[in-house]
Protein backbone atom coordinates (compact mmCIF):
# COMPACT_ATOMS: atom_id res chain seq x y z
CA UNK A 1 0.00 0.00 0.00
CA UNK A 2 2.86 2.41 1.00
CA UNK A 3 4.69 1.73 -2.41
CA UNK A 4 1.22 2.25 -4.32
CA UNK A 5 0.87 5.38 -2.87
CA UNK A 6 4.41 6.54 -3.23
CA UNK A 7 3.94 5.74 -7.02
CA UNK A 8 0.88 8.10 -7.52
CA UNK A 9 2.48 10.93 -5.27
CA UNK A 10 5.31 10.74 -7.75
CA UNK A 11 3.27 10.37 -10.81
CA UNK A 12 1.13 13.43 -9.41
CA UNK A 13 4.63 15.28 -9.02
CA UNK A 14 5.46 14.87 -12.62
CA UNK A 15 2.10 15.92 -14.16
CA UNK A 16 2.73 19.17 -12.24
CA UNK A 17 6.18 19.24 -13.64
CA UNK A 18 4.54 19.42 -17.15
CA UNK A 19 3.58 22.70 -18.37
CA UNK A 20 0.08 23.64 -19.75
CA UNK A 21 -0.38 23.14 -23.41
CA UNK A 22 -0.74 26.86 -24.03
CA UNK A 23 2.50 27.48 -22.39
CA UNK A 24 4.35 24.70 -24.35
CA UNK A 25 5.12 26.42 -27.63
CA UNK A 26 5.77 30.14 -28.60
CA UNK A 27 4.92 29.60 -32.43
CA UNK A 28 5.60 27.02 -35.35
CA UNK A 29 8.11 26.84 -38.16
CA UNK A 30 7.50 25.42 -41.58
CA UNK A 31 9.63 23.46 -44.35
CA UNK A 32 9.94 25.76 -47.19
CA UNK A 33 8.64 24.31 -50.44
CA UNK A 34 6.20 21.84 -48.85
CA UNK A 35 3.18 22.93 -51.26
CA UNK A 36 0.32 20.26 -50.72
CA UNK A 37 0.22 17.62 -53.40
CA UNK A 38 -3.55 18.40 -53.70
CA UNK A 39 -2.68 22.38 -54.56
CA UNK A 40 -4.01 23.51 -58.19
CA UNK A 41 -2.17 26.69 -57.63
CA UNK A 42 1.51 27.48 -58.53
CA UNK A 43 4.61 26.75 -56.91
CA UNK A 44 5.97 29.81 -57.42
CA UNK A 45 3.28 31.39 -55.26
CA UNK A 46 6.16 31.59 -52.62
CA UNK A 47 4.15 34.12 -50.59
CA UNK A 48 1.29 31.12 -49.44
CA UNK A 49 4.12 29.05 -48.26
CA UNK A 50 3.91 29.30 -44.74
CA UNK A 51 7.69 29.59 -42.96
CA UNK A 52 6.52 30.51 -39.46
CA UNK A 53 3.86 31.22 -37.28
CA UNK A 54 2.90 32.56 -33.49
CA UNK A 55 -0.28 33.78 -32.06
CA UNK A 56 0.16 35.82 -28.46
CA UNK A 57 -2.64 36.64 -26.32
CA UNK A 58 -2.88 39.60 -24.09
CA UNK A 59 -5.39 38.84 -21.74
CA UNK A 60 -5.40 42.72 -20.67
CA UNK A 61 -7.17 43.93 -24.06
CA UNK A 62 -8.56 40.76 -24.62
CA UNK A 63 -6.42 40.60 -27.97
CA UNK A 64 -5.01 38.15 -29.96
CA UNK A 65 -2.01 39.00 -32.41
CA UNK A 66 -1.63 36.48 -35.53
CA UNK A 67 1.67 36.72 -36.93
CA UNK A 68 3.03 35.04 -39.81
CA UNK A 69 6.52 34.82 -42.19
CA UNK A 70 6.12 33.51 -45.40
CA UNK A 71 9.03 32.30 -48.18
CA UNK A 72 7.44 35.36 -50.59
CA UNK A 73 6.17 39.19 -50.81
CA UNK A 74 2.60 39.28 -49.63
CA UNK A 75 0.17 39.79 -52.19
CA UNK A 76 2.38 38.26 -54.77
CA UNK A 77 -0.14 35.85 -55.87
CA UNK A 78 -3.44 37.69 -57.43
CA UNK A 79 -6.03 36.28 -55.52
CA UNK A 80 -4.36 34.72 -52.63
CA UNK A 81 -5.71 35.26 -48.91
CA UNK A 82 -5.01 33.46 -45.46
CA UNK A 83 -7.27 31.23 -42.98
CA UNK A 84 -6.11 30.91 -39.57
CA UNK A 85 -8.60 28.06 -38.05
CA UNK A 86 -8.40 28.33 -34.53
CA UNK A 87 -10.16 25.47 -31.95
CA UNK A 88 -12.14 27.54 -28.82
CA UNK A 89 -13.16 24.12 -27.62
CA UNK A 90 -15.38 22.35 -29.89
CA UNK A 91 -13.26 22.62 -32.84
CA UNK A 92 -13.99 19.14 -35.91
CA UNK A 93 -11.21 17.83 -38.31
CA UNK A 94 -12.99 19.60 -41.13
CA UNK A 95 -10.62 17.92 -43.69
CA UNK A 96 -10.27 14.16 -42.42
CA UNK A 97 -11.93 13.29 -45.74
CA UNK A 98 -8.96 14.91 -47.16
CA UNK A 99 -6.81 12.84 -44.95
CA UNK A 100 -6.23 16.09 -42.10
CA UNK A 101 -7.51 14.38 -39.28
CA UNK A 102 -5.38 16.74 -36.70
CA UNK A 103 -6.39 20.45 -38.21
CA UNK A 104 -9.29 20.88 -35.72
CA UNK A 105 -11.05 23.65 -36.03
CA UNK A 106 -14.77 26.01 -34.99
CA UNK A 107 -14.06 29.12 -36.30
CA UNK A 108 -11.93 31.00 -39.02
CA UNK A 109 -10.44 34.03 -39.21
CA UNK A 110 -9.62 35.48 -42.86
CA UNK A 111 -6.67 38.10 -43.33
CA UNK A 112 -6.19 39.52 -46.87
CA UNK A 113 -3.28 41.33 -48.67
CA UNK A 114 -5.41 44.16 -49.26
CA UNK A 115 -5.24 45.04 -45.27
CA UNK A 116 -8.63 43.80 -44.49
CA UNK A 117 -9.76 40.91 -42.69
CA UNK A 118 -13.11 39.05 -41.20
CA UNK A 119 -14.12 36.32 -39.06
CA UNK A 120 -17.85 34.67 -40.23
CA UNK A 121 -18.50 37.72 -42.39
CA UNK A 122 -17.78 40.14 -39.53
CA UNK A 123 -14.80 42.78 -41.16
CA UNK A 124 -11.87 43.61 -38.53
CA UNK A 125 -11.71 47.04 -37.42
CA UNK A 126 -9.82 49.32 -40.09
CA UNK A 127 -6.21 49.07 -39.23
CA UNK A 128 -6.30 45.37 -38.20
CA UNK A 129 -4.07 43.92 -40.91
CA UNK A 130 -0.24 44.51 -40.99
CA UNK A 131 1.94 44.06 -43.82
CA UNK A 132 5.74 44.26 -44.07
CA UNK A 133 7.43 42.44 -46.74
CA UNK A 134 7.01 38.83 -45.95
CA UNK A 135 5.30 39.38 -42.72
CA UNK A 136 1.58 39.21 -42.28
CA UNK A 137 0.19 40.75 -39.01
CA UNK A 138 -3.75 40.33 -37.90
CA UNK A 139 -5.58 41.91 -34.31
CA UNK A 140 -8.28 40.08 -33.52
CA UNK A 141 -10.53 41.46 -30.34
CA UNK A 142 -11.05 38.16 -28.04
CA UNK A 143 -14.99 39.60 -28.48
CA UNK A 144 -15.13 38.21 -31.55
CA UNK A 145 -13.52 34.85 -30.42
CA UNK A 146 -16.13 33.75 -27.60
CA UNK A 147 -15.18 30.47 -26.27
CA UNK A 148 -16.69 27.22 -27.03
CA UNK A 149 -15.37 25.36 -23.92
CA UNK A 150 -11.81 26.29 -23.75
CA UNK A 151 -9.69 29.39 -21.63
CA UNK A 152 -8.55 31.83 -24.43
CA UNK A 153 -5.14 31.21 -23.34
CA UNK A 154 -5.56 27.41 -24.56
CA UNK A 155 -7.02 28.29 -28.05
CA UNK A 156 -5.00 26.41 -30.38
CA UNK A 157 -4.55 27.34 -34.45
CA UNK A 158 -3.32 26.17 -37.72
CA UNK A 159 -2.50 28.85 -41.18
CA UNK A 160 -3.35 27.39 -44.59
CA UNK A 161 -2.71 30.13 -47.28
CA UNK A 162 -5.74 29.51 -49.82
CA UNK A 163 -5.39 30.67 -53.99
CA UNK A 164 -8.50 32.06 -54.07
CA UNK A 165 -8.34 31.46 -58.49
CA UNK A 166 -9.63 27.80 -57.13
CA UNK A 167 -12.02 26.44 -54.93
CA UNK A 168 -12.33 23.39 -52.28
CA UNK A 169 -9.70 21.78 -51.00
CA UNK A 170 -7.37 22.22 -54.10
CA UNK A 171 -7.02 25.98 -53.31
CA UNK A 172 -5.36 25.51 -50.05
CA UNK A 173 -1.20 25.61 -50.68
CA UNK A 174 0.02 24.72 -47.03
CA UNK A 175 -1.05 23.47 -43.41
CA UNK A 176 1.10 25.15 -40.62
CA UNK A 177 1.59 23.10 -38.77
CA UNK A 178 0.83 19.99 -41.28
CA UNK A 179 -1.36 17.95 -39.77
CA UNK A 180 -2.24 19.34 -36.37
CA UNK A 181 -2.60 22.71 -33.92
CA UNK A 182 -0.36 24.91 -32.16
CA UNK A 183 -0.82 26.76 -29.01
CA UNK A 184 -1.30 30.48 -28.18
CA UNK A 185 1.30 31.72 -25.42
CA UNK A 186 0.53 34.63 -23.11
CA UNK A 187 1.96 38.05 -24.03
CA UNK A 188 1.61 42.06 -23.23
CA UNK A 189 1.17 43.32 -26.96
CA UNK A 190 2.86 46.86 -27.37
CA UNK A 191 -0.60 47.95 -29.70
CA UNK A 192 -3.69 49.54 -28.80
CA UNK A 193 -6.76 47.63 -30.50
CA UNK A 194 -7.22 48.28 -33.39
CA UNK A 195 -10.94 49.32 -33.05
CA UNK A 196 -9.42 52.47 -30.36
CA UNK A 197 -6.89 52.92 -33.01
CA UNK A 198 -9.73 53.96 -35.35
CA UNK A 199 -11.74 55.51 -33.02
CA UNK A 200 -8.91 57.87 -32.26
CA UNK A 201 -8.29 58.69 -35.65
CA UNK A 202 -12.09 59.36 -36.02
CA UNK A 203 -12.28 61.90 -32.98
CA UNK A 204 -8.88 63.84 -34.36
CA UNK A 205 -10.44 64.16 -37.63
CA UNK A 206 -14.24 65.44 -35.91
CA UNK A 207 -11.83 67.55 -33.88
CA UNK A 208 -9.69 69.24 -36.93
CA UNK A 209 -13.57 69.82 -38.68
CA UNK A 210 -14.73 71.43 -35.38
CA UNK A 211 -11.84 74.22 -35.52
CA UNK A 212 -12.22 74.31 -39.02
CA UNK A 213 -15.77 75.59 -38.98
CA UNK A 214 -14.87 77.73 -35.84
CA UNK A 215 -12.40 79.95 -37.68
CA UNK A 216 -13.26 83.19 -38.29
CA UNK A 217 -14.26 84.31 -41.49
Known amino acids: ?21 SHALSGITDTAGDFLPTFAGSITSTDLDVLSATVTYDAGKDLFELTSTMAGAIGS ?13 SGVANFQASGITGVRFDSVVLLRPDGTGSIGGVGLAPGSVKI ?8 VSGSLLPSTGFNKLDYTWNLWPRDGAFTG ?14 TSTAG ?13 LAGLGAVGLLARRRRPT
Open 169 to 182: FAAISDFAPDNANF
Open 1 to 21: MKTRILGQLACAAALCAVPFA
Open 132 to 139: AGNSITGY
Open 77 to 89: TDKGFYVWGVNRG
Open 188 to 200: VLAVPEPGTTALM
